[in-house]
């Protein structure tokens, strides 16, 4: 598949405010994004503005506050996506298709039960080629009924807006092009990004190092596991980017569109690197789509 063919559908409704930024991520690289408002996936529109998700090769939830993150962050647009398209959701992540989420995407990933997915094992269909990248280990549904683990207020009960140092310690389709243990900086812009597991969670936690499934985690300037501010919401484990068992959905707290390019970090004038440390996260997608499709 060329790169302009390659059509990225940038989930929005009343709140986000960062599908912008990641719409131009793609457009940069060539791809065919399009800003989609979830009305228009719903069919709740005037007909020449309909949407079908199965158009798209990707899905991009971004950030934000969506629907003003009432009842708590990400809820809102989960349950709207869930009562409306959960059929068409999940027909889209059983095909292989990526489905990534940024921030308050992130949030709507785990209300919506598409994170972390653990659940059964079972022998994937043939037309399944995914988990063959990333192990072949597939699950009964991409989708739980509840939410599996909570993106909660951070420990310092204040939005959190700061540089953030991650190690890359899981490849998924989003990071396929970073280097493994490879330390990168994004930046963290959240009020609730802690993310909490519920009663046996050293159980829970232990699957998802068992699966592969902690691509990020939080570290200090010398690459160890540190608290605040290091880890700027006490996230368990210091996690701050989690994938489904197959590698083919993923959520993340830091915001990769806003490193796509050097000059964009907030030390541009004292390290040098040649391209962004975010721009490695769009890249690797569309590879892995125009590899498989």
């Not at 009305?39 to 899905?59: I, M, P």
């Not at 919401?233 to 996690?239: C, F, K, V």
Request: aromatic share 10%; proline share 6%; net charge positive.
């Amino acid at each position: 598949m060329k790169t302009g063919d390659i059509k990225v559908c940038i989930l929005r409704i009343e709140g986000t405010n960062c599908e912008m930024e990641t719409y131009q991520a793609f457009d940069r690289l060539g791809a065919a994004p399009e800003l989609v408002h979830l009305k228009q996936l719903t069919g709740d529109v005037e007909a020449h503005e309909r949407r079908n998700l199965s158009e798209y090769f990707c899905l991009i939830i971004p950030g934000g506050f969506s629907s003003g993150d009432y009842v708590r962050a990400g809820a809102i647009l989960a349950a709207r996506m869930k009562s409306s398209i959960r059929k068409e959701l999940v027909r889209f992540v059983e095909s292989g298709r990526p489905v990534g989420g940024i921030c308050n995407g992130f949030q709507v990933l785990v209300e919506l039960g598409l994170l972390p997915a653990l659940g059964q094992n079972f022998s994937p269909p043939k037309r399944l080629k995914t988990g063959m990248l990333y192990g072949e280990k597939f699950w009964s549904t991409p989708m739980s009924d509840v939410p599996e683990a909570v993106l909660a207020v951070n420990d310092s009960a204040r939005f959190e807006c700061r540089p953030t140092l991650l190690k890359h310690e899981g490849k998924c389709v989003f990071t396929g092009k970073i280097p493994l243990r490879k330390i990168v900086c994004m930046p963290s812009a959240h009020g609730e990004g802690k993310l909490i597991f519920p009663d046996g969670e050293k159980k829970y936690l232990q699957r998802l190092i068992d699966n592969g499934q902690i691509v990020f985690r939080y570290v200090d300037d010398e690459g160890r596991y540190a608290g605040y501010p290091w880890n700027p919401n006490g996230s368990t484990y210091n996690i701050a980017g989690l994938c489904n068992p197959s590698g083919t959905v993923f959520g993340m707290m830091p915001h990769p569109e806003r490193v796509f390019y050097p000059w964009m970090h907030q030390d541009w004038t004292r390290v040098s690197r040649k391209e962004g440390d975010g721009k490695a996260f769009f890249e690797s997608v569309v590879s892995y789509i125009r590899r498989k499709f």
